[in-house]
């Protein structure tokens, strides 16, 4: 199977104000950095899905040591740590989950199926839920940052760091997309560095989830976020979170996949 080459690359640090094919396309194709929709998704609505989330039942914590402190409503496919049993757990409760989460929002639409839909729209060749050797994967993913005590180091995502199923195949780039439904008023900054790691730097990441802050450059990019924005940028760069102040910062979550304008996109958590 050909899979992605993880070398230095470096991104244009232009960020689109809206989201339409053509920012889209220039996304995926590393025209641009990012794309930062203000007031995607009501406020009202946000911030009262986001103490569910905070106190959730399903409420976990990632795996690895620097991201063991944020937590996440329902396992991501990160979490599945190439074990087979994790495996057919993710994709067991996949179609439960993103039930679940969706009946959070009700009566309104989610904004991770906003984002579906849009992708669906705007994308040349449409969108689809990510399936992994024939098995729905969840999408829609809840992330929980506590106040002064959590953040995302220095860090990369790929999802053929996670598996070799045969879907993945073809992957030319990935994006994610964020929702932040709670953020507080300071720290919980999105920082954007606009290259991938190196290879010594992948290494790293991939044993403890980030690179610690004096190893690596300041960052091209640092985005403060406020409730109700929508974010999506290529987490195949590196990038990170700053640790808040005062209160939870709460987002939903979708990785995008590419295989170029004539493919549909595919998306999962």
């Not at 641009?32 to 009501?42: D, E, F, K, L, T």
């Not at 399903?58 to 087979?84: E, F, N």
């Not at 639409?109 to 579906?116: C, G, H, I, T």
């Amino acid at each position: 199977m050909s899979i992605t080459t993880h070398v230095v690359r470096s991104l244009t640090n232009d960020v689109a104000g809206e989201l339409t094919s053509e920012t889209l396309l220039k996304l995926a194709n590393r025209e641009i950095g990012a794309i930062h929709v203000r007031g995607y998704y009501p406020v009202d609505i946000s911030e009262k899905v986001a103490q569910q989330a905070i106190n959730h039942q399903a409420l976990g914590h990632y795996h690895k040591q620097h991201t063991s402190s944020v937590g996440r409503v329902y396992m991501p496919h990160i979490d599945t740590k190439w074990d087979p049993e994790l495996t057919n757990k993710y994709h067991d409760q996949a179609q439960p989950a993103i039930e679940d989460v969706r009946s959070m929002f009700h009566p309104y639409l989610s904004p991770v199926d906003r984002v579906r839909l849009e992708l669906q729209e705007l994308w040349p060749a449409g969108a689809n839920l990510m399936r992994l050797r024939g098995r729905s994967c969840f999408v829609g993913a809840f992330r929980v940052f506590q106040p002064q005590t959590s953040e995302f180091y220095p860090h990369n995502d790929a999802i053929d760091q996670e598996t070799d199923a045969p879907e993945i195949e073809g992957i030319l780039n990935q994006l994610v997309a964020n929702i932040y439904l709670q953020v507080p008023d300071e720290g919980g900054n999105l920082q954007l560095w606009m290259r991938e790691p190196t290879e010594e730097e992948t290494k790293t990441i991939l044993d403890v989830e980030g690179l610690e802050p004096d190893t690596v450059e300041p960052p091209v990019v640092e985005i403060h976020p406020e409730a109700g924005d929508l974010i999506i940028f290529s987490p195949r760069m590196l990038h990170a979170v700053t640790a808040g102040q005062g209160k939870h910062r709460v987002g939903a979550a979708a990785f995008i996949a590419t295989k170029g304008p004539q493919e549909p996109l595919v998306y999962w958590s």
